[in-house]
C-alpha cells in the first residue's frame, strides 16, 4: 500500500475544510434545509446573527449584522481560496484565525466545552497546520 505524500494531504486539508467553511455559509441562508431541520444550525439569515449576538452578547443587534456578515465574506472568500488552493497559506491562516475567534467566543458565551464539541479548534488546528505544509497537490498556486 502506497503512503499518503504531504502535497495530496495538503489537497485534502484544504478540501474539507474549504467545504468546512461553505457548508456554514450555505446553512445561513437556508441551503441545508428550514429552521428546525434536522442537521440545519440556522437555516436562515435571522437565526445565524442572533446566534451571532448570543456569541457577542456585548453588542447589539446592528453590530452582530455586521460581524455576522464580516464573518460570512471571509468564510466565503477563505473557503473557495482554500478549494481551489489560491493564497494557500494566507488563507488557511485566515481560516485558522476566524475559527480560533469563534471557538473564543463559544467558550466565553457559552462553555469552555463547546468549541471542543463542535471541533472548532480541531478545524482551526488544521488549518494552521496547512498553513505550514507549503505545496499541496492541485492548488492553483502551488504552494
Do not use: C
Not at 486539508?13 to 455559509?25: E, F, N, P, Q
Request: proline content about 3%; cysteine-free.
Amino acid at each position: 500500500m502506497k503512503n499518503i505524500s504531504i502535497p495530496q494531504a495538503g489537497l485534502i486539508l484544504r478540501v474539507v475544510l474549504g467545504i468546512t467553511m461553505l457548508s456554514a455559509v450555505a446553512d445561513r441562508f437556508g441551503l441545508w434545509g428550514a429552521p428546525g431541520t434536522p442537521g440545519v444550525a440556522w437555516g436562515n439569515w435571522d437565526n445565524f446573527i442572533n446566534y451571532t449576538q448570543t456569541l457577542n452578547s456585548f453588542t447589539s443587534k446592528s453590530v452582530a449584522g455586521i460581524l455576522g456578515a464580516l464573518a460570512t465574506f471571509f468564510e466565503i472568500v477563505f473557503g473557495i481560496s482554500l478549494i481551489i488552493g489560491f493564497k494557500t497559506r494566507i488563507s488557511a491562516l485566515g481560516t485558522s484565525a476566524l475559527l480560533l475567534l469563534f471557538a473564543i467566543a463559544m467558550a466565553t458565551s457559552s462553555t469552555i466545552k463547546a468549541p471542543f464539541d463542535y471541533s472548532v479548534l480541531t478545524s482551526a488546528a488544521a488549518a494552521l497546520l496547512l498553513s505550514v505544509i507549503g505545496k499541496t497537490s492541485f492548488a492553483v498556486d502551488h504552494k
